[in-house]
């Protein structure tokens, strides 16, 4: 079985770049969120999928949107990085909609310049 | 809104001794509590988890935990810190039966081991 896989595992952008960040979930997992957690603080939800449908947000802009293909596979995309964007992303899948158990992956390290 | 409180930031214990970290959560209801781990440049490992049932839980790398409904508490212990333990912990609490299960993060306690 193969745990939460994330890509790249790290990023330099400038600000006003696009950047997409993607996650292979756990095997057999269909519900995805994504976490941005900001050096020293604790992660932060942004948003969750399921189905391919976003099933809730958290208080970041429009211009962080993500993706979940047929294969429970997801993308974050940031719009127009700020440099306030710069943290660790992660994705974390659970195996069903109301399983409350996260398993998260490595994370991504995003540096905007 | 629920809330997680994590009181201290940084905690320096030496190998062997014991540990416990202290977790405390804002929630109307019955939560989901959660500890997880982050060693230095990685991702976060599940370490326990609280649903129902016995109150006292016990996790992976021989912690445990134990849920006090009274206190609002979740304080995450171990009886023997080893070197490798040294990292962030992070307390967590998901919403019951819903169908957006966002966690809600405390900011962290970073755990020092010392010989």
């Known amino acids: 079985e193969t745990g939460v896989t994330q890509s790249p595992t790290h990023l330099i952008k400038t600000r006003g770049q696009q950047v997409t960040l993607r996650c292979s979930s756990q095997s057999g997992h269909n519900t995805v969120s994504w976490y941005q957690q900001a050096l020293g603080q604790g992660p932060q939800f942004i948003f969750q999928y399921y189905r391919e449908e976003e099933n809730g947000r958290g208080n970041f802009p429009p211009r962080f949107s993500g993706l979940q293909f047929p294969n429970y596979s997801s993308e974050l995309n940031v719009n127009a990085l700020e440099l306030d964007d710069s943290a660790l992303y992660l994705c974390a899948s659970s195996l069903k909609l109301a399983e409350e158990t996260q398993y998260f992956g490595p994370g991504t390290r995003l540096l905007v310049l | 809104a629920q809330s997680v409180t994590q009181p201290d930031i940084h905690i320096t214990v030496s190998e062997g001794a014991s540990l416990e970290l202290r977790c405390n959560y804002s929630?109307?209801?019955?939560?989901?509590l959660f500890w997880y781990v982050q060693s230095p440049g990685q991702g976060l490992q599940l370490l326990l988890k609280y649903f129902s049932g016995d109150t006292l839980v016990q996790g992976i790398k021989g912690f445990e935990a134990e849920f006090k409904r009274s206190q609002s508490s979740f304080n995450l212990r171990k009886p023997s810190v080893h070197w490798s333990d040294a990292a962030e912990y992070f307390c967590a609490v998901g919403v019951l039966n819903s169908g957006n299960t966002p966690l809600v993060f405390g900011k962290g306690t970073r755990l020092s081991v010392i010989a």
């Open positions: 929630y109307g209801a019955t939560p989901y």
